[in-house]
């Protein structure tokens, strides 16, 4: 069996990888290949491209490279013809995946869209492009399948698998352990994981931090950055900014970051189910300029921007989209964070509310359940090719 995958961005990197090992589990002889990043081909998977590299988000960061975005097509659409797969399983990134899957569509190869856009949060009519170009969507969060199914898509929840990934984790606890003994309290910053969100949002946290060391002069900040260029691109803005802030930074130690922190301050992303999954109370933001915050004005349709609120439908994360002054957004996070490293009762109720919420959403065995639906599907499409 061969399954080709498309896959954009750093976080499907780790998923597709799951899904792969969970592929191979269920059925030893499968092969893989497509664009996307260093964990796929850990995996053994065949990169036409690593197109992880090219995480790019907003019109301005696309249309530079939209030349080769078209090679890149017309690559797969030569390695469908030549080559052909058994199944095309697609992962967010839908300004180019929507392509892929109408190259696949057009070779008769069955599309997957494991992590699909997300439709029912902006402009929703793009649901004609998933009934032409996608034969079934796999759904990870509890609101997407009803939405996919009401409007006639063939559609499977298989949970998240960020949730696999963190009960299979093995921390390094002696890391945890230092900072745990210092009984500081400790604050995590994590600045994303697209170079426009660090440049954009790093400035900000800065300001936040120094209005936090004010307020409370014995808070630690730990920095959970995505890669070392980002993490020396964030050390360069702090010695700019000629302040002296009691900030670490470190590259892979997130998970570790999220457990030890007594709070977080983080970019918008996937990575909030991390810090519902450990509990961590988390004020969430997004800076952007005022054409893209004018666009999703008119585009987005969701009540929010973080996936546990959209979850538990309040809520249960702070969250602030920035525009303009630096200050009138720091000046609403700086209270809260404040509050909860300062006041225990403050914090263990935002603790509590994300127990309670984890205990309603949280479930394992994503991976399996998506390889499985993949598996079931292509065998039935086999059969009827026969």
């Given at each position: 069996?061969?399954?080709?995958?498309?896959?954009?961005?750093?976080s499907g990197?780790a998923y597709a990888?799951c899904?792969m090992?969970?592929l191979r589990?269920a059925?030893?002889e499968?092969r893989f290949?497509?664009?996307?990043?260093?964990?796929?081909?850990?995996?053994?998977?065949h990169?036409?491209?690593?197109?992880?590299?090219?995480?790019?988000?907003?019109?301005?960061?696309?249309?530079p490279?939209?030349?080769?975005?078209?090679?890149?097509?017309?690559?797969a659409?030569?390695f469908?013809?030549?080559?052909?797969?058994?199944a095309?399983?697609l992962?967010?990134?839908p300004?180019f995946?929507?392509?892929?899957?109408?190259?696949?569509?057009?070779?008769?190869?069955?599309v997957?869209?494991?992590?699909?856009?997300?439709?029912?949060?902006?402009?929703?009519w793009?649901?004609?492009?998933?009934?032409?170009h996608?034969?079934?969507?796999?759904t990870?969060l509890?609101f997407?399948?009803?939405w996919?199914?009401?409007?006639g898509?063939?559609?499977r929840d298989?949970?998240?698998?960020?949730?696999?990934d963190i009960?299979q984790?093995?921390l390094?606890?002696?890391w945890i352990d230092?900072?745990?003994?210092?009984?500081?309290?400790?604050v995590?910053?994590?600045?994303?994981?697209?170079?426009?969100?660090?440049?954009?949002?790093?400035?900000?946290?800065?300001?936040v931090?120094?209005?936090?060391?004010?307020?409370?002069?014995?808070?630690?900040?730990?920095?959970a950055?995505?890669k070392?260029?980002y993490q020396e691109?964030?050390?360069?803005q702090?010695?700019?900014?000629k302040?002296?802030l009691p900030?670490?930074?470190?590259?892979?130690?997130?998970?570790?970051?999220?457990?030890?922190?007594d709070?977080s301050?983080?970019v918008?992303?996937s990575?909030?189910?991390e810090m519902l999954?450990?509990?961590?109370?988390?004020v969430?933001?997004y800076?952007?300029g005022?054409?893209f915050?004018?666009?999703?004005?008119l585009?987005?349709?969701c009540?929010?921007m973080t996936l546990?609120n959209l979850?538990a439908?309040?809520?249960?994360?702070?969250?602030?989209?920035?525009?303009?002054?630096?200050h009138a957004t720091t000046?609403?996070?700086v209270?809260?964070?404040?509050?909860?490293i300062?006041d225990?009762?403050a914090?263990?109720?935002?603790?509590?509310?994300?127990?309670?919420?984890?205990?309603?959403?949280m479930?394992?065995g994503?991976?399996?359940?998506?390889a499985?639906?993949i598996l079931?599907?292509v065998?039935v499409a086999v059969?009827?090719?026969?």
């Amino acid at each position: 069996m061969h399954v080709f995958f498309s896959v954009g961005e750093p976080s499907g990197d780790a998923y597709a990888s799951c899904l792969m090992r969970a592929l191979r589990t269920a059925r030893t002889e499968v092969r893989f290949s497509g664009f996307g990043g260093p964990r796929m081909q850990a995996e053994g998977c065949h990169l036409l491209y690593p197109l992880t590299e090219l995480a790019l988000m907003g019109l301005t960061a696309i249309v530079p490279h939209l030349r080769h975005f078209f090679r890149l097509l017309k690559q797969a659409e030569q390695f469908f013809a030549e080559d052909r797969p058994d199944a095309v399983v697609l992962l967010d990134y839908p300004g180019f995946n929507w392509w892929v899957a109408r190259r696949a569509k057009a070779a008769g190869i069955p599309v997957f869209y494991y992590f699909p856009p997300q439709l029912w949060a902006w402009a929703p009519w793009r649901i004609r492009r998933m009934r032409r170009h996608v034969d079934h969507v796999l759904t990870t969060l509890p609101f997407e399948a009803p939405w996919y199914a009401a409007r006639g898509i063939r559609v499977r929840d298989v949970g998240h698998p960020i949730f696999d990934d963190i009960r299979q984790q093995v921390l390094d606890t002696a890391w945890i352990d230092h900072f745990r003994s210092r009984q500081q309290p400790l604050v995590a910053l994590l600045p994303g994981s697209r170079d426009q969100e660090v440049h954009y949002n790093w400035p900000l946290m800065l300001d936040v931090a120094a209005r936090l060391v004010e307020a409370e002069p014995r808070v630690q900040f730990l920095v959970a950055c995505y890669k070392p260029a980002y993490q020396e691109w964030c050390e360069r803005q702090l010695r700019e900014s000629k302040r002296t802030l009691p900030i670490q930074f470190f590259v892979g130690k997130t998970s570790e970051i999220i457990e030890v922190a007594d709070c977080s301050l983080m970019v918008s992303g996937s990575t909030s189910l991390e810090m519902l999954a450990r509990a961590t109370p988390t004020v969430v933001i997004y800076r952007c300029g005022w054409i893209f915050y004018a666009i999703a004005r008119l585009l987005v349709t969701c009540a929010s921007m973080t996936l546990p609120n959209l979850i538990a439908g309040r809520s249960v994360m702070p969250e602030f989209l920035s525009v303009g002054p630096r200050h009138a957004t720091t000046d609403q996070v700086v209270p809260i964070l404040k509050r909860w490293i300062t006041d225990a009762d403050a914090r263990q109720v935002a603790v509590d509310e994300l127990r309670s919420l984890r205990r309603d959403v949280m479930r394992t065995g994503a991976a399996a359940r998506a390889a499985e639906a993949i598996l079931q599907a292509v065998s039935v499409a086999v059969r009827r090719a026969a």
